[in-house]
């Protein structure tokens, strides 16, 4: 019997302490500490040098959410897309959205989340056009519809 109750407050000990430390653990929140970093890695920064040299009457904006893009009746279907951004969105001078210009895997091994991803910014209406690396000037006037002389849209 006396074993039984020693062996009984042996055990609620053993709970209370692990409580108390699992307590502890949860209120202890440690921090690093806040560092810069950079807006745009080095391709982002020359892809956004060229459309603004393509595009001077044009506003370019880099990392939207897609939550600024996109709305749905359905909270569920927000979901979808909350934690995904468009790498550049290109704005008319009425801030209209010409073109999303996204990053990521080439045509041919284009992963299944960057499909998914221009899927839903087609099924939208937006026009999304994805490179794999740093397109040239030829090759983003000729996929934005470039006029060459005039620099605007056609």
Known sequence: MIELISLSILSVLILVIFVVRYQ?????????????????????????????????????????????????????TRAKFNNMTADFVILNSQFQVVAIISLGGSMFTQHRDDRYEDALLEMAGYRVLRYAGVPDLKKLSRDLNIQEKTMAFA
């Open 24 to 76: 502890k653990r949860t209120d202890q929140h440690y921090d690093s500490a806040l560092k810069q970093r950079a807006l745009f890695n080095y391709n982002e920064q020359i892809i956004y040098q060229r459309l603004n040299q393509l595009l001077p009457q044009h506003i370019i904006l880099s990392n939207v959410a897609y939550s600024a893009l996109l709305t749905s009746k359905y909270s569920h």
